[in-house]
Structure formats: structure tokens, C-alpha cells
């Protein structure tokens, strides 16, 4: 199931803010972050250039955001070094900006990227 036009304008613009502030603009040609809707999930991502092949871009997943109509909540998910995907600890919930919050704060650091 696809997310409503409501639900995907407000996850849209709420990543496009959260995603323009977090790669330094001396890091910009190598490094950028997006997302992806795929029906009802939202994938947040890192791409980077590629080693051997600078023109090539690869994606590493870094979160995922599922939203259950039934319920109107969102669960959070975290890629794991092979690229499953792990329900995260925190119950499902209707704010998707906290869940959000929680993947910038990172404090099991499951969601790994730009930090040390």
C-alpha cells in the first residue's frame, strides 16, 4: 500500500529539511544524503562516491520508516552491516519527526553514518 498524498508531502518536506543541513558543503561533492518511498516505506540513505569509480555513486541505507495505515504509526528500522533490515527498539508511533530525531541522535549507534 502507497502512502497518501498527505503522509508523502510531510515525510518529503520534513526530509528534504533534515537532509539539507547535515553534509558539509566542502563534503557536498562526495558525500549526500536522500530518500526513497517505496509504497508504504520511506528509506533513508548516504551515497558516497564510489573508490574506483568516482563517478559512480553507491547507496548505503541507513534507515527505514514503515507506516501502517490501520494504525496511522510509523515503526523505525536499521540496516545492519549486511543490509538487513531490524526493527528498532522503540514502539511504533504516529510522530514521524521523532522518529526522525532519534535517527540523528543515534544513541544505540545502529544508524552510523557521520559519526565517530
Do not use: I
Not at 536499521?78 to 531490524?86: L, M, Q, R
Amino acid at each position: 500500500m502507497s502512502l497518501s498524498e498527505f503522509t508523502s508531502r510531510l515525510v518529503e518536506k520534513k526530509l528534504g529539511e533534515y537532509c539539507a543541513g547535515r553534509v558539509h558543503e566542502a563534503l557536498s561533492h562526495r558525500v549526500r544524503l536522500g530518500w526513497a518511498v517505496e509504497g508504504d516505506c520511506v528509506t533513508l540513505f548516504e551515497e558516497r562516491r564510489g573508490l574506483l569509480d568516482p563517478e559512480r555513486w553507491v547507496r548505503l541505507d541507513m534507515a527505514r520508516f514503515r507506516f501502517d495505515p490501520g494504525t496511522k504509526k510509523w515503526k523505525l528500522y536499521y540496516a545492519d552491516a549486511g543490509s538487513a533490515w531490524h526493527a528498532y527498539y522503540l514502539k511504533p508511533r504516529p510522530d514521524f519527526e521523532g522518529l526522525l530525531r532519534e535517527v540523528d541522535e543515534d544513541p544505540v549507534r545502529v544508524f552510523w553514518w557521520g559519526r565517530g
